[in-house]
């Protein structure tokens, strides 16, 4: 994983998104402040995040949470877990005051917030900083009931802004995210409805996350070393004191013996000697069993491989994403019309998605298996039984991505072809036999013929590729997954795949 930080710091800035997140579904009013309050903790709810605060404060057409603090309210699959560790891991994150502007009553019960805005947050853990500023949300809205609303469990707002987030750690920022936004529109039963949202920059400090985590475990690995060998010395000493204690028995017992009648035989002292050898052996034993040596300080493995990092250019990573597309959750319809992300010395990712199903039925479906799994604890047999069921009626219409490079590929294969002490040409040549098993595979399908002659291009000269998915009808997921089943080598002609090469 490539964000190393604090599970506990974590935890706390997943909370702190979480409560954000949801915000984008509503927040508002039923005309005091109280029932405000209660709308919104029921819909965060909703979303698996508890919010409290200290009092609702009425003031004109506003109102403020103060002292506000939210936590993820965990599955009962996690509910095992001792309150330490809960307290450690979810300790709720203090998000100052939530203050909602403009609060007005609409049809059907659904209350209108033209702003809620939060304070600017510091949480500090350990020797890791985590803050936010700017965040925002415009016309909100708040339904009686979210859980008998779909609209209103649904995450909706008509526009949301995070100015920034960051994570320092020693001083040193090793996460930075700039200027997102979010806008959606109003849904309409008439026409999907468009939305859009991007990323002026994410930055991320891989090198010095690398190097935070080395220091951090060789630190832990070193107290694990040290612990280890104060319990082998207070061991010894029991060893010791038990072997005296054993000798000092077994004198007890031969001086009885010379004393006593002839009650007691020497077979009977050699018993008693016996036991005290035994108690003596197993004291050893049990110190061999349960002290086992731990491994060097030295001895530290590494989550990021740096050299690799260093050698693809990625010690500091810059990225901008940008999206547009249209919902609409009645007729299922939903499109990516453009998704962007460009990452600085990396290349160019665009993305396109046509595709329906996704729909008000769907999306109670998802809801009813998040809220058995909350209630009823985390079965992963079942969620997956269950998320397959969902997908069946999902279908695609067309997908298209493209990927232009900025010499990082190359980065790849050069890297790949040192680490096996061979030439880049004879990486080449074996990625591009391996390809060809694919044709053979699927029997000389035209389109696979063409898709491994695109990557052969590709790999001889990296510059861009894309894959196009383009049934001649929409296809959906149940039978994609009955072809997947009974006739795999028949997906890429009902799918109507087509890869291109620097083109």
């Known amino acids: 994983m490539l964000l190393k930080m604090p599970r506990s710091a974590f935890a706390k800035t997943f909370a702190l998104t979480a409560v954000i997140a949801p915000l984008w579904a509503g927040t508002a009013l039923a005309w005091t402040g109280d029932d405000v309050a209660k709308r919104v903790q029921a819909l965060l709810k909703e979303q698996m995040v508890e919010l409290t605060f200290s009092k609702a404060e009425t003031d004109g057409k506003n109102v403020i949470l103060h002292d506000a603090k939210a936590q993820i309210a965990l599955p009962k699959s996690l509910s095992d877990e001792t309150e330490e560790e809960k307290n450690k891991d979810n300790a709720p994150v203090n998000l100052g005051n939530i203050t909602l502007s403009g609060i007005s009553d609409t049809e059907g019960d659904v209350y209108l917030v033209e702003k809620v805005s939060f304070n600017d947050v510091k949480i500090v853990e350990d020797n890791t900083v985590f803050t936010s500023a700017g965040i925002s949300f415009d016309k909100v809205r708040l339904t009686k009931d979210p859980k008998t609303d779909l609209l209103g469990r649904m995450q909706y707002a008509e526009a949301f802004n995070i100015g920034a987030l960051s994570v320092t750690t020693g001083g040193k920022e090793i996460f930075k995210l700039s ?70 028995a077994e004198a007890a017992a ?48 590494d989550d990021i491989n740096i050299e690799a990092v260093r050698a693809l250019g990625l010690e500091k990573v810059h990225l901008t994403m940008d999206a547009k ?76 991505m493209r990927y232009d490079d900025a010499n990082f ?43 491994v002659k695109a990557l052969g291009e590709y790999l001889d000269a990296p510059k861009s590729l894309s894959l196009k998915i383009q049934p001649e009808t929409p296809v959906t997921f149940g039978i994609l997954t009955a072809v997947g089943m009974a006739e795999p080598k028949k997906l890429w002609s009902v799918l109507g795949v087509k890869v291109e090469a620097n083109k």
Not at 189 to 213: C, F, H, T
Not at 334 to 361: E, F
Not at 431 to 451: H, R, W
Request: glycine share 6%; proline share 2%.
């Open 409 to 451: 590929f190359g980065k790849v294969l050069d890297y790949q072809a040192k680490e096996r002490g061979i030439t880049r040409e004879e990486l080449v040549k074996e990625m591009k036999d391996q390809l060809q098993f694919g044709v053979v595979y699927f029997e000389n399908e035209p389109l696979v013929v063409d898709a």
């Open 254 to 301: 031969e001086d009885t013996v010379r004393s006593d009648t002839p009650k007691r035989s020497d077979e009977n002292a050699g018993e008693d000697a016996a036991v005290a050898d035994s108690a003596e052996a197993e004291v050893e034993e049990d110190n061999v069993d349960t002290l086992e040596p731990a491994d060097s300080a030295e001895d530290v493995s």
């Open 325 to 400: 597309g249209t919902w609409s959750p009645f007729s299922g319809q939903y499109t990516v019309d453009q998704m962007t992300i460009n990452g600085q010395n990396i290349g160019t990712y665009n993305y396109k998605l046509a595709m329906g199903g996704y729909d008000l039925k769907f999306i109670k479906a998802v809801q009813d298996l998040i809220s058995s799994v909350m209630e009823d604890g985390n079965d992963n047999t079942s969620m997956q039984i269950a998320a397959l069921g969902m997908m069946q009626n999902l279908s695609i219409k067309n997908m298209e």
């Open 179 to 248: 200027g997102l936004y979010l806008t959606q529109e109003p849904y309409s039963k008439e026409k999907a409805s468009n939305y859009s949202w991007g990323i002026k920059a994410l930055d991320l400090d891989i090198a010095e996350m690398s190097r935070l985590e080395q220091e951090k475990k060789k630190k832990e690995a070193a107290e694990m070393q040290a612990a280890v060998e104060e319990a082998t010395k207070a061991a010894e000493e029991a060893a010791t004191a038990a072997a005296e204690a054993a000798t000092d």
